[in-house]
């Protein structure tokens, strides 16, 4: 079977909902990353106790990370590019 005829094939509505449920998992996995980096970046009264304790340098690395990591994930969601068995 050639690679566009694989493409082309219809899937089964087991296949449409775990393709859905893999995207509502990449969008909600997006948004608590950038939610995530934001919280270290810019520490609220509530987190600054914990975040004030590690090297800041190191913080905002890892807030740089998730917010990247965040992003990925909500392409990852809107592009519909799994792979399948």
Same mark, same amino acid.
């Given at each position: $079977? ?7 094939? =219809?899937?089964? !509505?087991?296949? /449409? !909902?775990?393709? @859905? $449920?893999?995207?509502?998992? !990449?969008?909600? $996995? %997006?948004?608590?990353?950038?939610? $995530? ?8 009264? @509530? ?5 004030? =304790? ?5 913080? /905002? ?8 990591? %965040?992003?990925?994930? @909500?392409?990852?969601?809107?592009? /519909?590019?799994?792979?399948? !068995?």
């Amino acid at each position: $079977m050639a690679l566009e005829e694989f493409e082309k094939e =219809q899937l089964n !509505n087991r296949e /449409k !909902n775990a393709l @859905l $449920m893999r995207r509502i998992t !990449n969008y909600t $996995m %997006g948004v608590f990353f950038i939610a $995530m980096g934001f919280f270290f970046m810019f520490p609220t009264r @509530l987190t600054a106790r914990f975040v004030n =304790q590690y090297d800041p340098t190191i913080i /905002k690395i890892f807030a740089v990370i998730c917010w990247l990591y %965040g992003v990925f994930r @909500l392409y990852r969601g809107y592009s /519909k590019n799994f792979y399948r !068995n």
